[in-house]
């Protein structure tokens, strides 16, 4: 059963789940856990994540650091996938994404935070170096992830089986049409990502896992207590030994109250 507390000392396979009362509460609360990682260690790698659900996340860091409270000047981030076939000054680009979104509010080095190259003439190299420079950079210390209508994550789309590393991978129906409100309409939003793979991600030694919105309750419900599945990528979460999903009241909407 799932619970509040920190079930997961003795390195048994249980998630914590964080109940928010709402989207600001859980932005904080997961930017709480971000924020120790980098005071903890300034020069951490920290796997980052797009899509809405972080955003709020993202703010509060930059709010903090405009404090004088977080210092990025030193830490590496690692995103966790690009679109294909846009270039990064694309509005609908990661790499656009990111930097409106955070790397231009704070003292991060740009040099420093990493997005696939979308524009990559052979993606099959680009997936081996994207890999590789994550490798080099000693793997992620931390990775935020959010959590998909299909319950993909990063861009691993439900599936026969779990792909390990980063790949290209083609985007479902379900997520290209979940993504076309950004792009004006369907046929806009680019048909594949290049994406880090499940083993790149279950390598980060902690997972945060952000989830907003009465729409995600039956997802999270199935990533957190249904079976671990490649046909819901998320649900390998519940083997890593030390995930966290943080997550409001309206997502938590079937699971039974605090205890
Ligand atoms: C996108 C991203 C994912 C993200 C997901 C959910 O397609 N590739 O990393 O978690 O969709 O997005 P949102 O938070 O907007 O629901």
Redesign the pocket.
């Known amino acids: 059963m799932v619970s509040g507390r920190a079930a997961n000392r003795k390195g048994t396979h249980i998630m914590r789940i964080i109940r928010a009362k709402d989207y600001a509460d859980m932005s904080r609360k997961a930017a709480n856990i971000i924020s120790a990682q980098v005071i903890l260690f300034p020069k951490s790698v920290l796997g980052l994540?797009?899509?809405?659900?972080?955003v709020g996340v993202y703010r509060v860091l930059t709010d903090w650091y405009e404090k004088g409270d977080i210092d990025f000047s030193k830490v590496r981030t690692v995103n966790?996938?690009e679109y294909c076939g846009i270039s990064p000054d694309h509005e609908q680009s990661y790499r656009y994404f990111m930097n409106q979104n955070f790397f231009n509010h704070v003292n991060i080095d740009k040099a420093n935070t990493y997005v696939p190259d979308g524009l990559a003439a052979d993606y099959e190299q680009e997936c081996i170096r994207y890999e590789n420079l994550i490798t080099g950079l000693g793997g992620t210390d931390l990775q935020l992830?959010?959590?998909?209508?299909d319950g993909?994550?990063?861009?691993n789309e439900p599936g026969k089986s779990f792909i390990p590393l980063t790949h290209k991978a083609v985007l479902s129906r379900r997520?290209i049409e979940?993504?076309a409100r950004f792009f004006g309409d369907a046929s806009k939003v680019p048909q594949y990502?290049v994406t880090m793979g499940i083993r790149t991600i279950m390598k980060a030694p902690r997972i945060v896992m952000v989830v907003s919105g009465e729409d995600?309750a039956g997802i999270l419900w199935q990533t957190v207590n249904g079976p671990i599945t490649p046909d819901v990528p998320a649900s390998v979460i519940q083997l890593h030994t030390d995930a966290v999903v943080v997550a409001d009241e309206a997502a938590l909407k079937l699971f039974p109250s605090a205890d």
């Not at 992830?145 to 209508?149: C, D, E, K, V």
């Not at 993909?152 to 861009?155: D, N, S, Y």
């Open positions: 994540a797009t899509g809405s659900t972080p966790l996938d992830l959010g959590l998909g209508h993909h994550i990063g861009f997520t979940a993504n990502a995600k």
